[in-house]
């Protein structure tokens, strides 16, 4: 059965800390990993990572992918309070999107 | 800009009733999909569907049925609500094959009594 796991499921840290956040995932067909935020509303697209090793990086967000070891981490380094959201993982198998539970992070002031 | 459009965003259906979640998006994108979000368990896939008149199953169809007469129109239907259907439902659209392509709507919040 194809899988998508996040870890962890919530967080809570202080405005100016980093955080790392995990997502394995066992799925056939793989063709790309996706990592969303959402806040209270529809996700909005972070990163799309298809190659092993090739570091993705937006501003304070930087994420990358281990093909062979199923992984792959997203990054946010110094942490503000417009940074609490949802954060989903997503993997495309052909048209499809298949997600992860999502990790919750709280950053407080 | 894309759209994804959800009619209903706010919902409140009594147990029994037949609920309808209607999804238009304007990109001509083959594929649509329904998925319903719950605290905790992330988006779950209900069905999609790759053209017009065509449907599959997702992880989570029991309870659900679809439409789509037209391509750029999903239609969920709910035909007997019942109160663990409580959810945020999120439609989605994409192209063919092309799962980095999908556009959300802004997601449709059912309460069922």
């Known amino acids: 059965e194809d899988k998508v796991v996040q870890s962890p499921l919530s967080l809570v840290v202080h405005e100016g800390d980093t955080v790392t956040l995990n997502c394995s995932y066992e799925v056939t067909n793989f063709r790309s990993l996706l990592w969303y935020k959402q806040e209270k509303k529809a996700p909005t697209f972070l990163f799309m990572l298809t190659s092993s090793g090739i570091e993705k990086k937006s501003g304070r967000l930087s994420s990358i992918l281990d093909k062979k070891e199923l992984f792959s981490i997203l990054n946010i380094t110094a942490t503000q309070t417009g940074d609490s959201a949802v954060y989903l993982c997503?993997?495309?198998?052909?048209?499809?999107?298949?997600f992860g539970q999502g990790t919750e992070l709280s950053v407080k002031p | 800009d894309v759209k994804v459009t959800q009619s209903s965003r706010y919902l409140v259906k009594r147990t029994g009733e037949k609920v309808f979640l209607e999804c238009v998006q304007d990109?001509?994108?083959?594929?649509m999909f329904w998925y319903r979000q719950d605290p905790g368990l992330g988006l779950r896939l209900i069905y999609f569907?790759?053209?017009?008149?065509?449907?599959e199953k997702g992880d989570i169809p029991e309870g659900y049925s679809v439409s789509r007469e037209k391509k750029e129109r999903f239609s969920l239907i709910l035909e007997s609500a019942s109160t663990n259907q409580t959810s945020m439902y999120l439609c989605a659209s994409s192209y063919f094959d092309r799962a980095n392509t999908i556009y959300f709507g802004e997601g449709s919040w059912l309460t069922v009594v």
């Open positions: 997503a993997v495309g198998q052909g048209g499809k999107l298949i």
């Open positions: 990109m001509d994108h083959e594929n």
């Open positions: 569907s790759y053209d017009v008149k065509m449907k």
